[in-house]
């Protein structure tokens, strides 16, 4: 059986008791025994008669598409929400015309206890249309985060290749900029963190290309 292996932060291998070809189509297990098909690409490394292969989900499914629905599944909450706030807004209103009268509670009326409650009511029915229109502004607010990671590169992707060997060329004219005074530094650290961003975007790009090249 194959399952998945943590690699590294978004990166998930393909740890597999038999080897695969570039290309091939297999099943690999979730620890909750859910089945995704996958196509493997590269074989990282070998250890204890296993073989870890980077792979891909074959439905196309990944990080962006993840984000995806978490965005329209964030939508529907809203949107839901925003009802019941309607809702419990129109019952608040239901005794609006008496209520507005601004008359004192009748003590020992027949009409105290309708008064009373009408009051309860409109009150409850308030409090609970601020909180779903609360909870419908952050599902709203939630959603848009995820819209934006929705175009969200890394490096279980193997479009990382190119996006971290741009980022790599970027570094590197940085860096020089900074070194020959194009780039003005900003802090006595400016130096070091430019060199730092393209040691980092240089580790990510070989990594990528041995993932998916």
Known sequence: MNTYYKFCPNVFLAKCDAKHEKGEVINVTTKYGKENESIVFNLMFERDGFYYYSIVRADG?????????????????????????????????????????????KVGHHSEKRHRKAIEDAWNNTGKAVAFSDKATEHESKSEYWDKRANTINLSMPESVDFYEHKLEVAKEYHEGVKSGKYPREHAYTLTYAKKAVNEAQKNFDLAKKLWL
């Open 61 to 105: 499914f990944n990080v962006q598409e993840w984000a995806k629905q978490r965005a329209e599944r964030r939508r529907a909450w809203a949107e839901s929400a925003e009802r019941k706030s309607k809702e419990y807004f129109d019952k608040s209103n239901k005794d609006r015309d008496f209520l507005s009268l601004a008359e004192p509670i």
